[in-house]
């Protein structure tokens, strides 16, 4: 299996970077990795804002391919390379994995994504106390609908569906690692701990860590 | 082709479930609407909130499976019930469909949605007018990543993606009637309205219209 060239326009904090980097290497797929520095804004500047109209990471480059959000890159590199695969095999549990990907990267992180947080910052003068509680909020809003949902269900296993991680948990960890950056009291969420747990003690999850990223600041 | 009982709760202005209205329809599958009167809080209640603890509509009944999360449910449905499909076959036309519904379902919704603005109002006191404004910066700021994706690329054609509506239109239709609803100028963003134009054509779309729904208020 030759995978092509594979690069990826990363930022050591992005949560939605996490969440790729995680699954190429869940994958074991070798990639480079292409640091955009978000806090910088160089996402809104050439070349990169010409690869993304979004100006968002990440975006992944497959060839002359490129590639965008997410979610959508991660069934790109199932579809393409199922082994190991990042979905269970029936509809009915592809449905529940998606769904547990999407309460995280649909109803939790763009609320507490970077821009929106500059947009209140900078148009609104909200003060940093309250843009830290929204994000906070919005957490545990979510944190508690996963933690139900992962708590009740039989399909939950070490991972959050049955014994391999997929792209659920691919979205999970790098969601309780931003949960954890701005102090959200993980207590309640006790599925929710014992999955990102399971998930850390792998080498793929492991490596695709923030601060293992070639791009994170000494000492961050 | 026998579907089993399909039932959708929905509520006539919410685009997540106008979204999976359309897939439905695009289907040919018979369902039921069961509506949850959101401006009422039904969504916080029993028995829909047993059923889902987002507290979010929709959420689709197949016989005694609980379906939750728009996209997720739309891909439900596809492997389910193949055709007509709501997806192009290859790998890379796939990536980009769901890239496309992503920049909308993640990237501009979740933003404007009801529990988004009634934070606003009853935490932060948020004036009318500063919502509103938020409310069509988000989607203009969409809107114009949206249109340069799909003005610039071959595969855009009477629909986001070639000559059939795939889960990227049930996702733009949605967002162009609460981009009206909410007075987003529309003018900048041609090629959206042209495949919004082409898409509500459909009789699969016409039907799954909010002012065509069985909870429309009379003369909304």
Chains 1, 2 share one sequence.
Request: proline share 9%; net charge negative.
């Amino acid at each position: 299996m030759n995978p092509g060239s594979i690069r990826l326009y990363s930022y050591w904090r992005s949560s939605a970077a996490y969440r790729v980097r995680i699954a190429l290497n869940l994958k074991g797929m070798p990639y480079e990795t292409l640091p955009v520095h978000l806090a910088r804004g160089e996402q809104h500047k050439a070349p990169f804002s010409d690869l993304n109209p979004q100006e968002l990471v990440p975006v992944l480059l497959h060839g002359s391919r490129i590639l965008r959000q997410s979610m959508a890159i991660m069934e790109y590199l199932d579809e393409t390379w199922p082994t190991p695969p990042l979905m269970p095999t029936t509809a009915r549990d592809r449905q529940r994995v998606r769904a547990l990907a999407q309460m995280i990267a649909c109803d939790i992180h763009p609320l507490n994504n970077l821009r929106v947080l500059q947009f209140f910052e900078n148009t609104w003068n909200v003060p940093q106390a309250e843009r830290d509680a929204w994000v906070r909020h919005w957490m545990q809003v979510g944190f508690e609908a996963l933690e139900d949902t992962l708590a009740d269900n039989p399909s939950t296993g070490t991972f959050c569906d049955g014994e391999m991680p997929t792209m659920a948990d691919c979205c999970l960890v790098p969601q309780v690692y931003n949960a954890v950056r701005f102090g959200v009291d993980l207590a309640p969420y006790r599925t929710i701990r014992r999955i990102n747990d399971a998930c850390l003690a792998l080498e793929a999850f492991e490596a695709a860590r923030p601060e293992n990223q070639p791009d994170a600041p000494v000492g961050n």
